[in-house]
């Protein structure tokens, strides 16, 4: 029976991806996700998918707002350009979208089923029930907007769907797996994000089950309008008809405010993967990468990509965290540093590349640093994050930082290219 994973909070955002943004996520989620199928196969792909905790984090990492809901349009979007050229190498499909493109989510199913070999028919019908669950027996005050269907050759599946609640200003995000699905009405989310907004008329849940087929002989016995003629009548009474609230699940709740705390962060992994970084750059990435260009504040980044790559579970409580790889697109924590994030590519490209030749070292790197962050987070201490975050912004002009308000200048005023800053006093908070 597929299980629910936790809840979470999201806040509502709105506004575009800029293109020098997204082109990158595009290409570091590929690789990411060619990474993870390389070692640990394509249906713990679709479980990572499936885990809110991780899917928030791989946002994260690729440099999109840690918190926002705009992670899963972004990452839902990145993957989809990224993968669908890979689909007949790797056997993963990419479905669906926002808006207009969840509407030819079904299509899109028919046509791949066809050209691969199974019943896209049979899976077009569970992404409409999928997303009518979602919208009416799930009524929690969220409007859907996006539907993600991610599919494998054999027929696996996973669907991240969202939905909004614009007087909140809140997003909710659901996730569905495939796997160990007995039912689509009886408790069947891998994961659903979002903290509980009062109560909610849940009639997926298997305890519903009673109520579900009490709904269907009053509607036959009392015919439609019979059935409204008795609901006036019991709210006249003024009967209480509020369902038991369901048990609490543990949930992620991602904070309205932007900047990057101390308290979103966990420091002593964060120093782990930095010490790590320390510890296994002069080893591995310039004696055994020997890629041009790589240093030590790109080996960090990659010490959170290899995390989100090989990490369990439990390692990605704090999202937040990730973002201290690439930096946020709006300067939170700090702006995307592009020299860093394009040798972060260069480094993952040659890697995965590599490894589809057989030849391991490079991926083997990866895990090793990873498997040092784990060991050195027991011990090792550094910095608070402010301290951290001082000194990206310090350097952010030297690695290329870059945000949706343009490059970042260096002390004397002067951008990427040399010219002076034509608004003067611009902060760096």
Known sequence: ???????????????????????????????????IVHHYGRDEFLRRLAHPFWFQSFGAVMGMDWHSSGITTSVIGALKRGLTPLSAELG??????????????PGELVMIGNRIGFDGAALAAASRLVAKVDSAAVQDGFDLYLHGFIVTDDAKWVV???GMNGDRRQARRYHWLSEGLESFVNSPHAAIEGRGQGEIINLADRRAARSRASQLDLLSVLGPDGLVRAVATIESRGADLAASPQPM?????????HDVRESD????????????AADRG??????????????????KALAMVAEVVHGTPCRFSDPARFSLAHGGKDRHPYPVPLKVYDETINVMKSAVHKGRLGREE???????????????????????????????????????GRSVFGWERDHEGRDRD????????????
């Open 418 to 429: 040399g010219a002076a800053a034509a608004v003067k006093g611009r902060t760096q908070n």
């Open 362 to 400: 490079e991926l083997a790197a990866l895990r090793r640093l990873d498997d040092q962050s784990r060991r050195m987070e027991r011990y090792v201490t550094g910095p608070d994050l402010k301290e951290i975050i001082a000194g990206e912004f310090k350097d952010s002009a030297g690695f290329g």
């Open 92 to 105: 993963i499909h990419v479905c669906g979208g926002r808006g207009q493109h969840s509407r030819k989510t």
């Open 249 to 257: 699940l543990p949930h992620l709740v991602m904070p309205a405010h």
């Open 282 to 299: 002069p080893k591995d990435f310039e004696e055994l990468l020997l890629v041009p260009g790589v240093g030590a504040r790109t080996v």
């Open 160 to 162: 991240v769907q969202q």
């Open 265 to 276: 962060v966990n420091m002593r992994r964060l120093h782990g993967n930095f010490a790590a």
């Open 1 to 35: 029976m597929a299980q629910r994973a936790g809840n979470a909070d999201l806040p509502l955002h709105g506004g575009r991806v800029p293109k020098w943004l997204g082109d990158r996520m595009t290409r570091l989620g590929t690789l990411i996700t060619e990474a």
